[in-house]
C-alpha cells in the first residue's frame, strides 16, 4: 500500500488547512491511520489517529483539528482550524495495525505534504 498526502501550503496564523491522505489499496477500519508531523526538532510527532470509530489527538491540536477517513475512498483526512505558527511541519500519514503515537511501531507512509503557518 501507497500513502500520498496532499493539501499543505502556506498560511497565515488562525487560517484553516486540510490534509488529505490517499491509499493505493483497500484499507479496512480496523486499520490504524495516523498522521505525524515533523518540524524543525527533527523528531516526528505524533498528531491524531483513527481506528474505527476511535480517535485520539495530541493534546497540542485538540479542539482545532479533526480526523476522519472515507474507507470507501480509501482517504483520511485531517481538518486544521485555527492554525498556529507552531504548526509549521511537514506532515506525515501512516498505516498500521493499532493506533499509537509512536512513529516506530508503523512501516507504511507518505511522503509527507509541508504546512506552513506565518505569524
Known amino acids: 500500500v501507497r500513502l500520498v498526502e496532499s493539501g499543505g501550503g502556506l498560511v497565515q496564523a488562525g487560517d484553516s488547512l486540510r490534509l488529505s491522505c490517499a491509499a493505493s489499496?483497500?484499507?479496512?477500519?480496523?486499520?490504524?491511520m495516523v498522521w505525524f508531523r515533523r518540524g524543525s526538532g527533527g523528531e516526528r510527532e505524533f498528531v491524531a489517529a483513527?481506528?474505527?470509530?476511535?480517535?485520539n489527538y495530541s493534546d497540542s491540536v485538540k479542539g482545532r483539528f479533526t480526523v476522519s477517513r472515507d474507507n470507501a475512498k480509501n482517504t483520511m483526512t485531517l481538518q486544521m482550524n485555527t492554525l498556529k505558527p507552531e504548526d509549521t511541519a511537514v506532515y506525515y500519514c501512516?498505516?498500521?495495525?493499532?493506533?499509537?503515537?509512536?512513529?516506530?511501531?508503523?512501516?507504511?507512509w507518505g511522503q509527507g505534504t509541508r504546512v506552513t503557518v506565518s505569524s
Open positions: 501512516a498505516l498500521g495495525s493499532l493506533p499509537s503515537s509512536q512513529a516506530r511501531l508503523y512501516n507504511t
Open positions: 483513527i481506528r474505527g470509530s476511535t480517535v
Open positions: 489499496a483497500g484499507t479496512h477500519s480496523s486499520q490504524a
